[in-house]
């Protein structure tokens, strides 16, 4: 079982919708189970307001999320959605216990330097966890802001690698989240969308492969 743990220092990066779409589309290559570890359980009431129609186990995994993990020994792939705070009881377990760390990041120099306290506990992680890979995912870009040509330069002061897939800002991520689905559940409306997590996914494998 590979276990993927989202980690972000702050809120309003996307943290959440980018756990809940990528763990689906791993659920289409093999069994995956999220696992909700932050406390406002945001991935819980998504699974909620999906109902019977979730195709996505989703479990609280903010107590003895390390028990949790272990626990789930039938599926491939186990996504964790972390607390906002790299220094929470579950993100540092999370830490701990992960095979990858995606820190998603909004295309801002200043969101981008805040994520340096991630790349601290990373490496502090790696004391106990030496095989940690970590990369960092622009999140709501907009790729034609002279902001996010701006972030582009800010990437190059950390030592984090940067995945070359980004996801764009796209209202079809909101509008799923409130219907209690993912973006590839959205048809033609989230296809574009689809297809970028896709390709993130395609490009996690390989980091998770090599």
Not at 116 to 128: D, L
Not at 138 to 167: G, H, V
């Amino acid at each position: 079982m590979q276990v993927i743990a989202l980690v972000g220092n702050k809120g309003g990066a996307g943290k959440t919708t980018l756990a809940i779409n990528l763990a689906s589309a791993f659920s289409e290559l093999a069994p995956t189970i999220l696992l909700d570890a932050d406390p406002q359980g945001s991935s819980l009431q998504w699974c909620n307001i999906a109902g019977d129609t979730a195709t996505l186990d989703v479990l609280d995994g903010s107590v003895n999320l390390a028990g949790q993990v272990r626990s789930s020994t039938d599926v491939s792939y186990c996504v964790v959605d972390c607390p906002p705070s790299v220094h929470s009881e579950q993100t540092q377990e999370a830490l701990r216990i992960s095979d990858l760390v995606i820190i998603p990041v909004q295309p801002s120099p200043l969101d981008l330097w805040a994520s340096v306290h991630i790349e601290t506990e990373v490496n502090k992680a790696r004391a106990a966890n030496p095989d940690l890979r970590a990369l960092l995912v622009i999140n709501q870009s907009e790729p034609r802001t002279r902001l996010s040509k701006m972030a582009s330069e800010a990437l190059k002061e950390l030592s984090l690698p940067a995945a070359t897939t980004a996801i764009r800002r796209r209202v079809a991520h909101r509008n799923a989240m409130l219907q209690g689905r993912s973006v590839l559940q959205m048809g033609s409306r989230g296809a574009m969308a689809a297809d970028e997590i896709r390709q993130l996914i395609d490009e996690l494998k390989t980091h998770m492969e090599t």
